[in-house]
């Protein structure tokens, strides 16, 4: 049996200056491409709504173009001649490319504004400027392929490209037969080119190490993930460790003379060199970043058949100035992300625990909740049963306890948890209902909310 994913690998390049200049090439076609899509949706859109003002009935209006990648394809290729007389010099893939984003902006539009979309919400697509924009160009169709020597690899109108490091691990799979190229995608990051194939590969099905164990894991700053067996791992803070050099390097960076789009200023090669080595370091910072999240999810997947996460609002912890670096450096949904699709690669399961689950709050011991739990307070002490434990590991065995319990803790707004943590075990029966403020203790909360639903239904 065999598992059938959609999987990258990227690699880097060390194209020709004949051969960069001809990727720019292809990269600015897809951008002519989406821009002249965009201006036409526009016109036509502006020409209805102006129609629409003057009474003129609906079936009388300007014809509506298709936003969808078919229909935009067919108004380009009638369009190209005038538009852009040279578009024999790049390849068709070329503007496939940009039509093919644009259809997808204008997507990701109408479903946020119907509500189909979840997250925030997606603006309306704009212009893509020729400075501002990366440089990027898909190819999937035509001659894509990974040479015999796995140092090189040749693509549509390109030819063959040396490649700055082995491509054996997907050579491998191509020549037994487990991997197909959907496609190949150039773009460049901190001054080289990268290209990355999507391919479709049958991966054999494997089984973890430890099937029936259940591990929950609890992310933080002062350790990046700490885990219910009681193991810590260590933030590497990459970002904290190079924030001297890139402060320094920022600093080179604004004493040269830089673009001014008020004047039409051109920036100094001073500026582009002192610009390109603080990209360079900013991803060498991200690189190691995900080298150590790669190693630490692919550890996991492959020990525990289950793994329990929190759903954690990250977006939401970035607001906080104090912590917000803090948190970006660490890569909270990165961590979810990639256990997501590991552990359904090596046969386990990723089970996400409700955001409101007081996880923090709660005895591992006797299940007694607190109120309220400070940040600085680093031990979780029970007063009902004396517990004392590390707030993190905590945490941690409180999240596996979800899964070995069968189901989370019933609530009244059936998200696993209620916003109002409720007191439970030996510490809600101090309380009589009715003598705690409302808002403050779940049990009156919860009696007054239960009340209120039953009054309602039966109206």
């Known amino acids: 049996m065999s598992l059938t994913v959609t999987q990258a690998y990227r690699f880097a390049l060390d194209p020709t200056p004949a051969q960069e200049r001809e990727v720019l090439r292809h990269a600015g076609a897809a951008r002519v491409a989406f821009n002249w899509g965009l201006a036409r949706v526009k016109a036509v859109m502006d020409q209805r709504a102006a129609e629409r003002s003057y009474g003129i009935a609906d079936e009388k209006l300007t014809q509506s173009i298709g936003w969808n990648l078919p229909a935009l394809r067919r108004a380009w290729n009638a369009a190209k001649g005038e538009v852009a007389p ?7 893939e070329a503007y496939n490319t940009g039509l093919d984003a644009l259809a997808r902006a204008l997507t990701n539009w109408l479903d946020s504004r119907s509500g189909k979309r979840p997250g925030r919400p997606v603006g309306f697509p704009r212009f893509r400027s020729k400075r501002r924009t990366t440089p990027s160009v898909r190819f999937t169709t035509g001659t894509i392929r990974v040479e015999a020597d796995r140092m090189h ?14 491509a054996r691990k997907l050579a491998r799979r191509l020549e037994a037969g487990t991997a197909r190229i959907l496609s190949a995608t150039l773009r460049p990051k901190a001054g080289r080119w990268f290209v990355a194939f999507t391919c479709e590969v049958k991966r054999a099905e494997r089984a973890p190490a430890r099937p029936d164990a259940v591990l929950g894991v609890d992310v933080g700053v002062r350790h990046l993930a700490v885990l219910s067996t009681g193991e810590l791992v260590a933030n590497p803070r990459h970002l904290g460790s190079a924030t001297r050099r890139l402060r320094r390097m920022a600093r080179a960076v604004s004493r040269k003379v830089g673009p001014d789009r008020r004047t039409g200023q051109r920036p100094s090669k001073r500026w582009d060199h002192a610009r390109a080595d603080l990209a360079r370091t900013h991803a060498r910072v991200a690189n190691q970043r995900r080298d150590a999240l790669h190693k630490l999810t692919t550890g996991l997947a492959a020990r525990y058949g289950t793994i329990v996460v929190e759903d954690l609002h990250v977006a939401g912890m970035l607001r906080n100035r104090r912590l917000a670096k803090a948190v970006s450096d660490c890569g909270f949904g990165e961590i979810r992300r990639q256990l997501a699709y590991k552990t359904t690669w090596n046969g386990g399961r990723l089970v996400t625990a409700d955001r409101w689950y007081p996880s923090s709050k709660t005895c591992s011991g006797c299940g007694a909740v607190k109120v309220k739990l400070p940040l600085h307070a680093h031990r979780f002490t029970c007063d009902p049963c004396g517990l004392v434990l590390d707030r993190d590991v905590n945490a941690a065995r409180n999240l596996a306890q979800l899964v070995v319990a069968g189901s989370g803790p019933e609530t009244v707004n059936g998200r696993g948890a209620d916003r109002k943590t409720r007191l439970s075990g030996p510490v809600a ?3 009589q209902p009715g003598t705690a403020p409302a808002g403050k203790t779940g049990t009156v909360v919860r009696q007054r909310t239960t009340a209120r639903h039953e009054l309602t239904r039966a109206h």
């Open 86 to 92: 040279w578009w024999a010099q790049c390849s068709k």
């Open 153 to 166: 690899v040749t693509l549509p109108r390109l030819g063959r490209i040396k490649l700055h490091e082995s």
């Open 429 to 431: 029966t101090k309380r």
